[in-house]
């Protein structure tokens, strides 16, 4: 495999700094850190790629997926403060834009539902978490301060200040969650269909007690 030389942003080792406990110290995110070394491989081939320079750019972005296994293709724009938690099966299609302070997880693909060549991918607002696994695909428009849960499809547009959760996403409002906290609580997201399934036990309850009110009246009417 070809040796690829390469600088790490500044402000991208911030960012894994800043958000990953298990970093031991700047060399050991220099190192070691696959998802620094993704955006900072990404940045080096996206320079290349607006200079003419395509064929050395997909170069650097073959080695990174081999190296890392995130594949950002260098067309596509990405912000500052990049941070890749894990860059196991990263996908970031050629029109996805991406801007500030965003975090991905694992297995985080924004990809295309088109074949076309016009813009097909997602443009990503600031300081946006997804979760692992999640799928966001299309040409669509995700907002600033935006969350999204792990494992959920997200298909259409998301309104800033939002969280998503299931399949296919659904929009959930500052509920359960501030979705202006600096990290996504997986374990505090909320639950759609739990929240359905209560609504209706609820709903069920009520529909038994007054049944029961009903015979209890109808006895007493029949005395």
Not at 6 to 29: K, R, S, W
Not at 54 to 71: F, P, S, W
Not at 82 to 108: C, K, L, P, R, S
């Amino acid at each position: 495999m070809r040796q690829i030389d390469f600088d790490i942003d500044p402000d991208d080792l911030a960012a894994a700094m800043a958000l990953d406990p298990a970093i031991v110290d700047e060399e050991d995110a220099r190192k070691f850190h696959t998802g620094l070394q993704a955006v900072s491989m990404y940045r080096l081939s996206h320079r290349l790629w607006n200079e003419g320079r395509k064929l050395e750019a997909r170069e650097i972005n073959y080695v990174a997926h081999q190296m890392t296994g995130c594949d950002i293709h260098p067309a596509a724009e990405v912000g500052k403060r990049f941070f890749v938690d894990h860059a196991t099966g990263v996908v970031i299609g050629e029109t996805a834009v991406i801007g500030d302070d965003v975090m991905i997880y694992q297995g985080v693909t924004l990809g295309g539902v088109s074949t076309s060549k016009g813009k097909r991918h997602p443009t990503v607002g600031n300081n946006v978490v997804i979760g692992a696994n999640a799928s966001v695909l299309g040409n669509i428009t995700i907002g600033n301060n935006v969350r999204i849960g792990a494992g959920s499809v997200v298909l259409i547009d998301v309104p800033d200040d939002c969280t998503v959760v299931g399949v296919p996403g659904r929009i959930v409002k500052k509920a359960g969650i501030k979705c202006t906290g600096d990290v996504l609580m997986h374990n505090q997201l909320p639950d759609p269909e739990r929240d359905r399934i209560a609504r209706l036990e609820g709903e069920i309850a009520t529909l038994r007690a007054q049944l029961a009110s009903l015979e209890k009246q109808l006895g007493r009417d029949r005395d």
